[in-house]
């Protein structure tokens, strides 16, 4: 049995788990979760009931990191990547630790208060917290360009390694919903297109189809048993 990812790509670290197989010719199974509408397959996978998810033969994987980690190791990948020299190796960390409490505790609910509570509770939320969002991710994003970013090409220096795919990925998420952050900031636009190229841009775009055209999500049916489950925890998340 081969190689499967269970993958939502309107998942941030979803879409940065396929990008990373596919540019590095990792054969997989591609599993496509719908989350919003109830898709249990996952669950009886990942306890967690989460995406991504990783089985290979007996052996199961959740967190998308880790996931990284393991096929980046279990398949050799250019050392760019995950770098073997120590010091680049912990800046690639340094990144991955500092992303999960800035870039992602904010990027995520642009989406969540333009598109996902209205679509989830049938209410908009008032426009003072998309705001207060947009602040803390404007202050993020200066962290990124003048600590990691610098006047480096990458996070690590002239290569593309798995703390950019992490980082841009995350950040294409306000941008599917009309938010582009990129406006007036030259370096992280010039940035984001290096990475672009670096990984391909047809495959960039493939990954990124469904979070660009995400407007369209309002038009499906949401399986109601989530939609219980999920309209008071967003809710909770944004108070």
Known sequence: MGLELYLDLLSQPCRAIYIFAKKNNISFEFKHVELFKGDAESGKLNILKKVPALKDGS??????????LYLSRKYNTPDHWYPSDIQKRALVDE???????????????TMWIKLLIPLFTGQ??????????MEGLSASLKQFEEKF??????????????ADLVAVVELMQPVGVGCDIFEGRPRLVEWRDRVEEAVGKELFLQAHEMVLNIKELSNIQIDPQLKAQLAPVLMKVLQ
């Open 95 to 109: 990144y991955l630790s500092w992303h999960h409490t800035n870039i992602r505790a904010n990027a995520p609910k």
């Open 59 to 68: 052996f199961t994987l959740s967190e998308s990191t880790a996931i990284l």
């Open 124 to 133: 908009p939320l008032p426009s003072e917290k998309l705001q207060e969002v």
């Open 149 to 162: 970013l610098q006047d480096k090409l990458f996070v690590v220096g002239s290569e593309i390694s798995l």
